[in-house]
């Protein structure tokens, strides 16, 4: 966790819920290729971040250029994680991840929080393990809390949500100086009580599958009820027919501790 007394405080201030639990947006997904906007809806991003802001959330997850459609009201209540790293569906290596952003510029922008995609196994791991510590170094420097979204991904790598790898990407966030970190979560609810309590920072559940939301939702009660630190959700997100209904959702389940089972 982070020692200096600016990053404390903001990282508290991420917890604008008030409840130690965390419920995080993610919405970096259209540089790697994932539309997140509805066709036709009205309102684009904008729209979008109001109903993450009003539906409970703690916090959301940008890319700095998102940030010029995005009104600074919505951050009344909201706190801004810039995200920092960047790959596309389109690479000869889609799990290749670079620095697009550095924690100076996010602080400028206004940001709480930063954080950094680093996928273990992948062709280009040394690099992106090389720029998740220099972040944390700059996030030491500067203050700032940091956010690793750390995956077992690659050739390699037949089943990311293994225990022991997933127990192996916790443990490369924490051993670089990260204050928290989102994963995919190993599937068995046992498997999940080791993980979290072998965590030395929080461990934020990833979303899971958007195709089949009652499944993801009671695969992050599961994970909240074994101890995850919150719940990082975009596609369960923004893949919603009612955004604004999921959020109320996953607000419920990270801030209240209501696991009632989900039905499709």
């Not at 802001?53 to 909201?78: P, Q």
């Not at 990311?160 to 670089?176: F, N, T």
């Not at 068995?188 to 965590?199: F, M, P, Q, R, W």
Request: with cysteine; aromatic share 2%.
């Amino acid at each position: 966790m982070a020692h200096n007394f600016p990053r404390r405080v903001r990282l508290d201030r991420l917890y604008r819920n008030g409840s130690g639990g965390l419920l995080v947006v993610p919405l970096d997904h259209p540089i790697s290729g994932a539309p997140i906007i509805h066709s036709g809806r009205p309102g684009g991003l904008d729209r979008l971040v109001g109903d993450v802001a009003d539906g409970g959330a703690d916090a959301v997850v940008l890319h700095k250029g998102a940030l010029r459609h995005v009104a600074a009201r919505r951050f009344r209540s909201l706190s801004l994680i810039v995200h920092l790293s960047a790959g596309t569906g389109l690479s000869a290596d889609p799990d290749a991840k670079v620095l697009v952003c550095s924690v100076e510029e996010a602080l400028r922008l206004g940001a709480d929080a930063v954080s950094v995609h680093v996928n273990a196994g992948s062709g280009t791991e040394p690099r992106q393990l090389a720029d998740l510590a220099a972040v944390a170094g700059d996030c030491e420097r500067w203050g700032v809390p940091l956010l690793a979204m750390v995956y077992a991904r690659g050739p390699g790598i037949a089943d990311g949500r293994a225990p022991h790898l997933v127990a192996h990407a916790a443990a490369i966030a924490a051993e670089l100086g990260a204050d928290l970190v989102k994963t995919a979560m190993p599937r068995a609810v046992a498997d999940l009580a080791a993980l979290t309590a072998a965590s030395p920072i929080p461990v934020l559940a990833a979303g899971g599958d958007a195709h089949d939301s009652a499944a993801a939702l009671n695969h992050l009660a599961d994970a909240m009820r074994a101890g995850a630190g919150g719940v990082a959700a975009g596609r369960l997100v923004f893949n919603a027919p009612e955004p604004a209904a999921m959020l109320r959702r996953l607000s419920a389940l990270v801030h209240d501790r209501t696991f009632a089972r989900s039905t499709p």
